[in-house]
């Protein structure tokens, strides 16, 4: 055994003679020996595994923010202090439900959102860990694709990206000046709705946009709101919350905006947002209440009712970054404790329903949707695989066995040769896709790459036949806007045939797959979908005001709905732009 000599110290005053030396290490050695063993015997936690397993071992813990790459605003102070690099062609929105966007391949980041990088694990000390937040930029933030920073070499396609652009400021000034300050602007009417879903909570549209007018380079309108959070969002209001809008829209909107620009006054809020939804798990089993008192903490939740599966499964991007930002791991336990309990339970045909007890943790119905009520529960879970640079391996099984009971279940074929995902009523199909469910082609088309190596093109098919179906669904109506939802039965195809079901309030979806589909094939169809909806919206939807919703797309004559909705600007016009 040699010892190296320290400088300054004499071989005598290293203290020890080599006997004791041999004694003392052989100590040591067998104390450090028994402190890890006794670890692995310790409850099988989240936090100890990150600590001690290695990366492929790791049971996954991570996930990131349904984020898209960012266009880079040259003199930008704020983002080139937070050291982001970006350019067009890239999104962020952490939320993914009335989605994000991501660019993957081609997810980008959408998600990106929607998006991709994880963590959270860098609270419990770890350096260089795969969950950082350096991580999550450096892995996230990838070059644009094209050339010349994503700007496009052909006129027609620059004209295009600044019509959207234009409908964007369009749609901003018109709820500056009618309704700064409120939820969302009434275009008819000329004044602000608040409504109540928000418990309280002021300004959607404006936090909601953030990432929108950044990426578009609205710069003036991107500090106005940026102003407007630091002065007047005040996060201490008093009334009952949908936990999964405020999640969506607040705090997926601040934690976007934060990643692209590094401004403070976003990590201050968002942090300060995401500790009021805490109680929100305070039930028998942790699965949270979909309703919450941000407030007085109270609750508008009877013990009879139910939890939604796309509420409670549409929180894991958002608060695995919370854990993140704040260094405090209890914000991903919530979440993870989720997934556990979801394993755990037993799976009809190995499909998930949407209503869940949280109180017993058992199924209260077997009804199952891709659509309204599941939805981005399955976004999640393929979001969270992707950002997390593919280590979180509880979500890639979780999804992809998902993926194959959907497609065993649910997945039909029309007469006419469309694709379609119907809905599964205790093993009855009813033969209705909504317009919400219209996201699943983009969604299908990102996890292609990740799955069994014989199912990539078969993803990536069936992920083009959900998307072709849902652009017929608006090119079999009068505007060449989708209907909210649309049947295949009693000779329909594609087409609404109750009067419920005939309006359009400005939702992103159908744009969004066209978003992915084009990123991920480069098939030029995608783009002029897209654009076809661009000529619909202004030629139906926009009003003196602003943009409306319309409540019938079959009529020719168009009767409006008097609300321009938060997600038609950070959503349907910025997956518009991103197509371009």
């Given at each position: ?8 110290v004499?071989?005598s ?11 003392f290490l052989l ?8 402190c ?6 310790l409850p ?5 595994k990150?600590i ?8 996954a ?5 349904d984020?898209v790459l960012s266009k ?9 202090r937070?050291?982001l690099?970006?350019?067009?062609g890239a ?21 990106s ?9 860098a ?5 260089g ?7 999550f ?6 070059p644009p694709?094209?050339k ?8 027609e396609?620059?004209?295009r990206r600044?019509k959207v652009k ?12 009618y309704?700064w300050?409120?939820?969302e602007?009434?275009p ?14 002021r300004g959607?549209s404006i936090?909601?946009?953030l ?11 991107y500090e106005?709101?940026?102003e407007w959070i630091?002065d007047?969002?005040?996060l201490?209001s008093?009334?009952?919350?949908s936990?999964?809008e405020?999640?969506?829209r607040?705090?997926g909107g601040?934690?976007s905006a934060y990643y692209l620009?590094?401004?403070e ?13 805490l109680?929100?798990f305070?039930?028998?089993t942790g699965i949270?209440r979909?309703?919450?008192?941000l407030g007085s903490?109270?609750w508008?939740w ?5 939890s939604?599966?796309a509420?409670?499964?549409?929180l894991h ?5 919370l854990?993140?930002?704040s260094r405090n791991?209890l ?6 404790n989720i997934r556990k309990?979801?394993?755990?339970i037993e ?8 209503f ?5 943790g ?7 949707s891709i659509?309204g009520?599941?939805?981005s529960?399955y ?9 997390s640079d593919k280590?979180?391996q509880?979500?890639?099984k ?7 009971a959907?497609?065993?279940?649910l997945v039909?074929k ?10 599964w009523?205790g093993?009855?199909l009813?033969?209705k ?6 996201f699943s082609?983009?969604m299908i088309g990102?996890g292609a ?7 990539k ?6 992920a083009a036949?959900?998307t072709h179906?849902?652009?017929?669904s ?7 806007l989708?209907?909210?939802a ?6 329909a195809?594609a087409t609404a045939?109750r009067?419920?079901d005939?309006?359009?309030i400005?939702r ?8 992915y589909?084009?990123r991920?094939t ?7 979908w897209?654009?076809?909806?661009v000529e619909?919206?202004?030629k139906h939807c926009?009003?003196e005001?602003g943009f409306s919703?319309?409540r019938d797309?079959?009529a ?5 709905d008097n609300?321009q ?5 950070s ?9 371009r």
């Amino acid at each position: 055994m040699v010892f190296r000599k320290l400088p300054g110290v004499s071989a005598s005053g290293m203290g020890l003679r080599l006997s004791q030396k041999f004694v003392f290490l052989l100590f040591l050695s067998g104390l450090v020996t028994l402190c890890f063993g006794a670890l692995f015997f310790l409850p099988d936690t989240m936090r100890l595994k990150r600590i001690f397993l290695s990366k492929n071992e790791n049971p996954a813990v991570t996930v990131g923010s349904d984020n898209v790459l960012s266009k880079k605003v040259p003199g930008d102070p704020e983002h080139q202090r937070a050291g982001l690099k970006g350019g067009e062609g890239a999104t962020v929105k952490l939320k993914v439900s009335r989605k994000p966007s991501v660019t993957h391949g081609a997810r980008t980041v959408e998600r990106s959102v929607g998006s991709r990088r994880v963590t959270s694990a860098a609270q419990n000390g770890q350096r260089g860990s795969a969950y950082s937040y350096e991580t999550f930029k450096k892995c996230l933030l990838k070059p644009p694709l094209g050339k010349n920073k994503g700007t496009p070499s052909d006129s027609e396609t620059l004209q295009r990206r600044e019509k959207v652009k234009e409908m964007m400021k369009f749609a901003w000034d018109n709820y500056k000046r009618y309704a700064w300050g409120k939820n969302e602007l009434r275009p008819l009417t000329k004044n602000g709705h608040i409504g109540n879903m928000f418990g309280g909570l002021r300004g959607a549209s404006i936090v909601d946009s953030l990432d929108t007018l950044y990426i578009m380079g609205l710069m003036e309108e991107y500090e106005e709101a940026k102003e407007w959070i630091q002065d007047n969002l005040d996060l201490n209001s008093n009334g009952e919350a949908s936990l999964f809008e405020v999640n969506i829209r607040y705090v997926g909107g601040l934690l976007s905006a934060y990643y692209l620009t590094g401004a403070e006054i976003f990590k201050q809020k968002v942090l300060e947002l995401g500790e009021k939804l805490l109680p929100a798990f305070n039930t028998p089993t942790g699965i949270p209440r979909g309703v919450i008192n941000l407030g007085s903490w109270s609750w508008g939740w009877a013990s009879a009712g139910s939890s939604i599966l796309a509420e409670f499964g549409t929180l894991h991007l958002e608060f695995v970054h919370l854990s993140e930002l704040s260094r405090n791991p209890l914000f991903t336990e919530k979440v993870m404790n989720i997934r556990k309990l979801l394993n755990k339970i037993e799976k009809p045909h190995g499909l998930y329903p949407n209503f869940l007890s949280p109180v017993s943790g058992n199924w209260v119905q077997h009804h199952v949707s891709i659509g309204g009520l599941g939805d981005s529960f399955y976004e999640y879970l393929i979001k969270s695989f992707l950002m997390s640079d593919k280590m979180d391996q509880e979500a890639q099984k979780m999804y992809y066995s998902a993926m194959e009971a959907i497609e065993a279940n649910l997945v039909q074929k029309s007469p006419g040769g469309l694709t379609y995902v119907a809905e599964w009523r205790g093993g009855i199909l009813d033969h209705k896709m909504g317009h919400l469910a219209c996201f699943s082609g983009g969604m299908i088309g990102i996890g292609a790459d990740d799955g069994p190596a014989e199912q990539k093109q078969h993803y990536l098919d069936l992920a083009a036949e959900i998307t072709h179906t849902c652009h017929e669904s608006y090119s079999r109506s009068a505007t060449k806007l989708g209907p909210e939802a649309f049947r295949f039965d009693a000779g329909a195809e594609a087409t609404a045939t109750r009067l419920s079901d005939r309006y359009y309030i400005l939702r992103p979806e159908v744009i969004e797959s066209y978003m992915y589909m084009w990123r991920l094939t480069h098939d030029p169809k995608y783009r002029e979908w897209g654009w076809e909806a661009v000529e619909a919206l202004e030629k139906h939807c926009r009003v003196e005001a602003g943009f409306s919703g319309i409540r019938d797309v079959y009529a020719s004559t168009v009767s409006h709905d008097n609300m321009q909705q938060s997600f038609f600007l950070s959503e349907t016009l910025k997956f518009n732009n991103e197509s371009r």
